[in-house]
């Protein structure tokens, strides 16, 4: 499959702990983006990496990407729970389409 | 405005019926995307347009026939469809940049189809 496979599937925390989500991929790539999906609703773009880019900061998001391993981490510190979504990578692969990864829930428990 | 808007948001069908899906944005994106999303899935690409024009079509059948008017406007004709293509149905449009795959998509609701 050439989609990305993210770990943990489902993870619950509570409020104000850290969130990590993982995301591997099995191709060559010029970006990686992370999306939010609240439940039933669309996708919510949170952060776009390129390839030749390492770690990248938005609000309380911290993303890192290593190439060579072909993996990417989503932080999310300080969770709300508002975070409570679902969270997709997406690898931007050849010139024409993203394709997303299998996603993790999380779930902040108040 | 930066929103996608799509329309219907629920939609039941029989076997035998014929709808169609819309989708309107107006940011001035070249680029508007037609994705499949089952339940605790990821979304998988059906269709995409860019200038108006069809690049991709995932190897989907002919019973989803897409359609394109004009830059802001994307349709979903659906006929003759089967109870496993029940799903969420979600467009999302880009700016078109050179490449697609850096782009930035921007998603509608989605529209929650059910085929009895």
């Known amino acids: 499959s050439q989609q990305g496979e993210e770990d943990p599937q489902a993870l619950s925390i509570q409020e104000g702990e850290n969130a990590t989500m993982n995301c591997s991929y099995k191709?060559?790539?010029?970006?990686l983006q992370w999306y939010r999906q609240n439940s039933g609703r669309g996708l919510v773009h949170l952060i776009l990496?390129?390839?030749?880019?390492r770690e990248k900061h938005s609000g309380r998001l911290r993303v890192t990407l290593d190439t060579s391993k072909k993996s990417s981490s989503l932080l999310i510190t300080a969770s709300r729970a508002a975070d409570t979504a679902s969270y997709f990578c997406?690898?931007?692969?050849?010139?024409?389409?993203?394709?997303f990864g299998q996603g993790t829930r999380l779930t902040i428990n108040p | 405005d930066t929103e996608v808007t799509q329309t219907p948001k629920h939609l039941v069908m029989g076997m035998t019926n014929k709808k169609s899906l819309k989708c309107e944005q107006h940011?001035?994106?070249?680029?508007m995307y037609w994705y499949k999303q089952k339940a605790k899935k990821p979304p998988e690409l059906m269709f995409v347009?860019?200038?108006?024009?069809?690049?991709i079509n995932e190897s989907v059948p002919s019973r989803f026939s897409p359609e394109c008017p004009n830059s802001s406007l994307l349709n979903l004709h659906l006929h003759a469809l089967q109870p496993e293509d029940s799903a969420l149905y979600l467009c999302?449009?880009?700016?078109?940049?050179?490449?697609?795959?850096?782009?930035?998509?921007?998603f509608g609701p989605g529209t929650r189809l059910t085929v009895l």
């Open positions: 999302a449009s880009s700016q078109d940049q050179r490449r697609l795959s850096t782009d930035t998509q921007y």
């Open positions: 191709t060559s790539i010029n970006n």
């Open positions: 990496i390129r390839s030749n880019e």
């Open positions: 997406a690898t931007g692969q050849g010139a024409q389409k993203l394709v």
């Open positions: 940011m001035g994106h070249r680029a």
């Open positions: 347009y860019s200038y108006e024009k069809l690049s």
